[in-house]
């Protein structure tokens, strides 16, 4: 018999992540997981880049902004909630909560989140980072 996952989003984070956000885990499959991140009003996460894994974003709560970095060039999005973004692998990326509540979104990573040693700080993201 197949067994199902399933998870309610919890109140505590179940971890923080190396960019310093908060991650609350919601599903764990064979290929992809996803996950909540929060971070609070006036924090900005640290510049990392992923080593294997890609990620799409859709964002449920808040306000920031969003640096987006490869070979190609860079951006600087405003996000906001019903706001969706792809982070494709080895993309440099930074986020930062500019509103008055907490900056919030669920993510999908592919294939699923392996560790912490995934992330790869970097050295050129344009904010400073509040942890």
Same mark, same amino acid.
């Given at each position: ?5 399933? &998870?309610? #989003?919890? =109140?505590?984070?179940?971890?923080? +992540? ?5 991650? &609350? #885990? #919601?599903?764990? /499959?064979?290929? +992809? ?9 006036? +924090?900005? +996460? ?5 080593? *294997? ?8 709560? !808040? ?8 070979? *190609? /060039? ?15 692998? !080895? =993309? ?14 669920? /993510?999908? =990573?592919?294939?699923?989140?392996? !560790? ?13 980072? *509040?942890?």
């Amino acid at each position: 018999m197949a067994r199902f996952g399933h &998870r309610i #989003l919890g =109140t505590h984070p179940d971890a923080i +992540a190396p960019d310093g956000s908060e991650v &609350r #885990l #919601l599903a764990n /499959g064979a290929r +992809a997981s996803m996950a909540h991140f929060r971070l609070p009003p006036g +924090a900005v +996460a640290r510049a990392v880049r992923h080593a *294997t894994v890609e990620e799409v974003w859709y964002f449920v709560a !808040g306000r920031g902004r969003m640096w987006r970095k490869d070979e *190609t /060039g860079e951006d600087v999005l405003e996000v906001h909630s019903g706001l969706s973004l792809d982070i494709p692998l !080895g =993309t440099s990326f930074q986020f930062r909560c500019d509103g008055d509540g907490p900056l919030e979104a669920v /993510g999908a =990573t592919i294939p699923p989140w392996p !560790g912490p040693d995934e992330a790869i700080f970097v050295d050129d993201g344009p904010w400073e980072p *509040t942890e």
